[in-house]
């Protein structure tokens, strides 16, 4: 689902959800250097045009790049997760990816209260910044989940959450089971 499509029907659907200010080119350009990387041209897109962080029906807190954001900033996983390792490994693929290159764009699980959340996988000489988006354990301290982008993971919130349940986490989306998603983070 691309931005436009998920603004506009998130905008029909949701018409009276609170939403912060938008992001500015400046914000974006001062966070990006903080960071030292730059984000996705569909988040950015987001941050300006949705909203400059946001708890999405109050399962998933979006981080901005502002201090003001409601639900923080995007950051880098060693301030969410402090005893990170240097290097991390990506389960379903085998790899190992430098810890400095994690950056959180969620804050933390909506649904089970901890400090597991999404970070984008900053890895060089991908076109438009449209990185692979990762699932990190607080437990085990890997990334235990990979989605081909930040477009997949709106599109897996997008399609699961509807009138009878909304505020469906992306992860539990992917794994309802309250069980096996205990056994992938602990993996």
Same mark, same amino acid.
């Given at each position: 689902? +691309?931005? +436009? %499509?998920?603004?506009?029907?998130?905008?029909?659907?949701?018409?009276?959800?609170?939403?912060?200010?938008?992001?500015?080119?400046?914000?974006?350009?001062? *966070?990006?250097?903080?960071?030292?990387? *730059?984000? #996705?041209?569909?988040?950015?897109?987001?941050?300006?045009?949705? =909203?400059?962080?946001?708890?999405?029906? @109050? =399962?998933? #807190?979006?981080?901005?790049? $502002?201090? %003001? /954001?409601?639900?923080? +900033?995007? $950051?880098?996983?060693?301030?969410?997760?402090? !005893?990170?390792?240097?290097?991390?490994?990506?389960?379903?693929? +085998?790899?190992?990816?430098? $810890?400095?290159?994690?950056? =959180?764009?969620?804050?933390?699980?909506?649904? %089970?209260? /901890?400090?597991?959340? &999404?970070?984008?996988?900053?890895? !060089?000489?991908?076109?438009?910044?449209?990185?692979?988006?990762?699932?990190? /354990?607080?437990?085990?301290?890997?990334?235990?989940?990979?989605?081909?982008?930040?477009?997949? &993971?709106?599109?897996?919130? &997008? =399609?699961?959450?509807? @009138?009878?349940?909304?505020?469906? #986490?992306?992860?539990?989306?992917?794994?309802? !089971?309250? %069980?096996?998603?205990?056994?992938?983070?602990? /993996?």
């Amino acid at each position: 689902m +691309n931005i +436009n %499509d998920f603004i506009e029907q998130f905008n029909e659907k949701y018409p009276d959800v609170d939403r912060f200010e938008g992001a500015t080119d400046e914000m974006v350009e001062a *966070h990006e250097k903080m960071l030292g990387y *730059h984000l #996705p041209i569909s988040f950015i897109e987001f941050l300006k045009r949705f =909203s400059n962080g946001i708890l999405l029906l @109050d =399962s998933e #807190p979006i981080g901005g790049v $502002s201090k %003001d /954001s409601p639900c923080s +900033n995007v $950051s880098k996983v060693s301030r969410i997760i402090p !005893d990170i390792p240097n290097e991390v490994l990506i389960v379903e693929t +085998n790899e190992m990816i430098e $810890s400095t290159r994690l950056v =959180s764009f969620t804050m933390f699980d909506g649904g %089970d209260s /901890s400090n597991n959340h &999404w970070v984008f996988l900053c890895e !060089d000489g991908i076109t438009n910044n449209d990185y692979r988006v990762g699932f990190i /354990s607080q437990i085990s301290n890997k990334v235990v989940k990979v989605l081909s982008n930040f477009e997949e &993971w709106l599109t897996i919130f &997008w =399609s699961n959450n509807d @009138d009878e349940e909304p505020g469906i #986490p992306v992860f539990h989306a992917i794994y309802p !089971d309250y %069980d096996e998603r205990g056994v992938i983070l602990d /993996s």
